[in-house]
């Protein structure tokens, strides 16, 4: 099993950024797919979730609105689209696949926003 996060980087506040996250190793199509955040001193925060096909979605109260995830099972990858973002979305963004063999995150992208 391998996922591997991109997209992250340096933004202001009010802008954008895109996170992708690419799986392997497992049958992408049939598993809920993960984002979830860290900060340094904090535990892990779930930030949202996505059902097999798309066709339900979750999201924690303090990005909804903001934050959009999707999947493209063609392409074995779930993205977070992030608008609005803040300087407490700073953070470490993990995908996170609970497969029946164990738990799965990838090596995480950063997310800084700050003027």
């Known amino acids: 099993v391998q996922l591997v996060e991109s997209g992250g980087g340096l933004v202001q506040p009010g802008g954008s950024l895109r996170l992708s996250c690419a799986a392997s190793g497992f049958t992408f199509s049939n598993y809920y797919m993960s984002w979830v955040r860290q900060t340094p001193g904090k535990g892990p925060e779930w930030v949202s979730h996505?059902?097999?096909?798309?066709?339900?979605?979750r999201y924690a109260d303090s990005v909804k609105g903001r934050f959009t995830i999707s999947r493209d099972n063609t392409k074995n990858t779930v993205y977070l689209q992030m608008n609005s973002l803040k300087s407490e979305d700073t953070a470490v963004y993990y995908c996170n696949i609970n497969l029946p063999q164990g738990n799965y995150w990838g090596q995480g992208t950063q997310v800084t926003v700050s003027s």
């Open positions: 996505i059902k097999t096909g798309g066709e339900r979605t």
